[in-house]
């Protein structure tokens, strides 16, 4: 079975903290890949990162960055210097290889408040 | 740019009403689904298209049906609508095997 968990419901931060999100995954498949979505009031899912199980690389794209560990199976990410903008329910998703339908299997959710 | 589009952000319909939603992308992506997002049950895969006139069901596809007639174009068809269908539908799109799966900005609908 594949399942993805995000354990923080909701987090609250001030504007220039750092915040952590955290994602843990469960899959038998060799190759999967794994995704970040934004979801702003508006509604729309946003895609941040997407990420195979093979490159095992951190990633930092400006203010944003991802730790991807196999050895735990997680795939965190975290907001340098967060904003008020940066609010929003952030969803983690995996996609495994064995997949015949392109699911995604998405987490929970974490909804992120940034207060001034 | 990635562009998935849905024609009606916030659409209010009546029970028993035939509720068509329609997602186009113009990436050429093989691949386009439908899911639905509720409070507490997360998004979940109503159904799903590999093809042109191809469809698979998903996790919860009671109540709905789907067509794609061309390759730009899913659409989500609640034949008779329900209260239990009120909720926000997002449509997506990916050219397939661990490609990114992009969404459109979604719909509300509300059945009273």
């Known amino acids: 079975a594949q399942k993805v968990t995000q354990a923080q419901t909701e987090i609250s931060v001030v504007e220039k903290e750092d915040v952590t999100l955290d994602c843990v995954y469960e899959t038998r498949d060799t190759t999967y890949y794994l995704f970040w979505y934004k979801q702003p009031p508006s509604g729309e899912l946003v895609f941040l990162i997407r990420r195979n199980s093979f490159d095992e690389q951190n990633e930092i794209s400006g203010r944003y960055s991802w730790n991807f560990q196999k050895s735990t199976s997680s795939f965190n990410f975290t907001i340098t210097a967060s904003q008020v903008v940066d609010s929003a329910v952030y969803f983690c998703a995996l996609l495994g290889r064995s997949s015949n339908t392109g699911k995604l299997i998405f987490g929970q959710g974490t909804t992120l408040q940034v207060k001034p | 740019d990635v562009k998935v589009t849905q024609s009606s952000r916030y659409l209010v319909k009546r029970t028993g009403e035939k509720v068509f939603l329609e997602c186009v992308q113009d990436?050429?992506?093989?691949?386009m689904f439908w899911y639905r997002q509720d409070p507490g049950l997360g998004l979940r895969l109503i159904y799903f298209s590999y093809d042109v006139k191809m469809k698979e069901k998903g996790d919860i596809p009671e109540g709905y049906s789907v067509s794609r007639e061309k390759k730009e174009r899913f659409s989500l068809i609640l034949e008779s609508a329900s209260t239990n269908q009120t909720s926000m539908y997002l449509c997506?799109?990916?050219?397939?095997?661990?490609?990114?799966?992009?969404f459109g900005e979604g719909s509300w609908l509300t059945v009273v």
């Open positions: 990436m050429d992506h093989e691949n």
């Open positions: 997506a799109s990916s050219s397939g095997g661990g490609n990114t799966i992009y």
